[in-house]
């Protein structure tokens, strides 16, 4: 029995070890998969059969049918659940590239560049924007007059007042502003973006819902990709320097490339953000925006709990998000380590 006991070496646990841990690794597994195991059962299950109690082995304890796919797919597919799943991949996909383009240059400029706002002008910006959307709100003057002397008078002030301010921010306090953005619940912000948009005729448009996304999961990717950027030696980007490249050719030739597993996995954190978002959805949306999360809960609402159906629609949504993450996870694996090694 000793040889049970045994290790093998400094990194190889002795087999009764081993056998434990994959004992533990196969139960996690299980536990992780069984979700998604029954909610493709109950899709092909009859209603008799979802009704009647748990029932897991196909053939074993009940006879799979495809009736649900029928009636989701063929049934129903073209009139109700085809538009808001073309929606969720062009709204998902769009505000994720969006977001991570924008969010990747951010976080390079964070990262290299070294920023020194000062509050007092920070300060006299808000409050001419504050006067100004007033001014268009209230009063009525035309966009462009107030937009023009705003930026005259916010010109004038900087170089006159403005050279009196000390206090300043720096690059940690712009980007814990940014993340702060997040901690705000979404339910407090809705309607004031629901009538933005609604004022502006682009409610229930795939345009709004991906401004939305795109301004929402912007920190996270800033957040995300400025710790990856950190980690990337300063030393590449001097060679370059030295070899003629300029700083925009250095950023997309050396930099990307490098920060490829970092972007891929932001990108799949903001994708699934966006896959799976209910709230904002709802508000922005209500026939030809309409996106698959709201689908799903207004086959519940809207006809009593019908699990076989809403299980069909649940595949429909996992199924390309876990198909993406199995194609892309050989960079997932490395990205996940995003700013996990300083240098």
């Known amino acids: 029995m000793d040889w049970l006991l045994r290790r093998r070496g400094l990194y ?5 070890a081993q056998i434990f841990i994959y004992f533990i690794l196969i139960f996690w597994t299980i536990v992780v998969l069984f979700p998604i195991y029954w909610v493709f059962t109950t899709s092909i ?10 029932n897991y082995i196909p053939w074993v304890d009940f006879q799979p049918d495809l009736h649900a796919w029928y009636k989701i797919l063929i049934e129903e597919g073209e009139s109700t659940t085809f538009v808001p799943f073309i929606n969720t991949v062009i709204v998902g996909i769009s505000s994720a590239l969006i977001a991570l383009g924008i969010g990747a240059a951010a976080s390079y400029a964070l990262v290299r560049f070294k920023y020194k706002p000062k509050l007092g002008l920070i300060g006299l910006f808000v409050a ?20 023009v002397s ?9 170089q006159t007042i403005g050279k009196r301010f000390n206090a300043h921010l720096g690059n940690e306090d712009i980007a814990f502003w940014l993340i702060s953005q997040r901690m705000l619940p979404p339910v407090a912000i809705v309607m004031p973006i629901f009538i933005f948009f609604k ?8 345009t709004a819902l991906i401004i939305t996304y795109v301004a929402a999961n912007l920190p996270i ?3 995300l990709m400025r710790d990856y950027f950190a980690t990337i030696p300063i030393v590449l980007e001097e060679s370059a320097a030295i070899d003629g490249a300029t700083r925009l050719q250095t950023f997309i030739s050396i930099i990307l490339p490098i920060a490829i597993p970092g972007l891929v996995a932001t990108f799949l ?5 966006t896959w799976n978002e209910y709230l904002l959805a709802l508000f922005l949306s209500t026939n030809n925006a309409q996106t698959m999360p709201i689908l799903v809960v207004a086959q519940n609402t809207t006809r009593g709990p019908q699990w076989w159906n809403m299980s069909v629609l649940i595949m429909l949504m996992i199924v390309p998000v876990i198909g993406m993450a199995i194609a892309l996870e050989r960079f997932i694996a490395r990205g996940l380590l995003v700013g996990a090694v300083k240098s």
């Not at 190889?12 to 009764?16: C, F």
């Open 12 to 16: 190889t646990p002795s087999p009764l």
């Open 45 to 54: 299950k009859l209603p008799i059969a979802v009704n009647s109690g748990p």
């Open 128 to 147: 001419l924007v504050l006067l100004s959307l007033a001014a268009i709100g209230y009063g009525g003057a035309p966009v462009n007059l107030v937009i």
């Open 150 to 158: 705003a930026a005259v008078i916010f010109f004038l002030l900087a």
């Open 199 to 206: 004022s502006i005729n682009l409610d229930d448009t795939r």
């Open 221 to 223: 990717v800033i957040w």
């Open 269 to 273: 954190f903001v994708l699934v953000f």
